[in-house]
């Protein structure tokens, strides 16, 4: 089965902190994703990446920042913590004839 | 990027009933997925189908590429089966356009 892995489950920030958030696939996908979800607004893409070092814009990327040095590892950075970025964030790694598979999610606060 | 609407928004069935969720799309897609989120918030891969018909259980999807819809159909719900399905399609290759989701309750 396919794995995906977040640093963790809940945060807790500070205003103007910056936050670090890992995500670790187990199955060589090529195309990694971060999400947000949202009430109402439902899940939108904030950055992707298909390949080491690469990485693409969402629809959201405002305010954040990503890295991928290795295949496995994604991740996301916000720059100066912002209470509009309470949120839960999910990771995705995908090979389209398999599908997409998520991580956990890390529910975000920011105070 | 792709529109994709889903419907209906809510939906409450007792066990035992069958349902069937619609996913409409605006464009032609080379990517389209059926996702379970539970009541943790985890999302559960149920299908990828950008065309044809898959079945895995008591679960199934029809996707009709030309028409630009995709049906799930649930048979013999169970509480279990509680928790919101997405819609998400793309025809870039890439990253996924969800839907808004139907929330589903499963009553005993």
């Known amino acids: 089965d396919v794995k995906v892995t977040q640093s963790s489950r809940y945060l807790v920030k500070r205003t103007g902190e910056k936050v670090f958030l890992e995500c670790v696939q187990d199955?060589?996908?090529?195309?990694m994703f971060w999400y947000r979800q949202d009430p109402g607004l439902g899940l939108r893409l904030i950055y992707f990446?298909?390949?080491?070092?690469?990485?693409e814009k969402g629809d959201i990327p405002e305010g954040y920042s990503v890295s991928r040095e290795k295949k496995e590892r994604f991740s996301l950075i916000l720059e100066s913590a912002s209470t509009n970025q309470t949120s839960m964030y999910l990771c995705a790694s995908s090979f389209p004839p398999l599908g997409t598979y998520f991580g956990p999610g890390t529910r975000l606060t920011v105070t | 990027g792709i529109q994709v609407e889903q419907s209906p928004p809510d939906l409450i069935l007792q066990e035992g009933a069958n349902s069937t969720l619609r996913c409409n799309f605006s464009?032609?897609?080379?990517?389209l997925q059926w996702f379970h989120q539970n009541p943790w918030g985890q999302l559960i891969n149920l299908f990828y189908?950008?065309?044809g018909t898959k079945q895995n259980g008591r679960l199934s999807a029809t996707t009709v590429a030309t028409e630009r819809y995709s049906l799930l159909y649930i048979s013999s719900s169970q509480t279990t089966d509680s928790g919101v399905y997405f819609c998400?399609?793309?025809?870039?290759?890439?990253?996924?356009?969800f839907g808004k989701g139907t929330s589903l309750l499963v009553t005993p």
């Open positions: 464009d032609s897609v080379n990517n």
């Open positions: 998400a399609a793309s025809n870039s290759g890439y990253a996924l356009n």
């Open positions: 199955m060589d996908h090529e195309n």
């Open positions: 990446s298909y390949d080491v070092k690469m990485k």
């Open positions: 189908i950008p065309s």
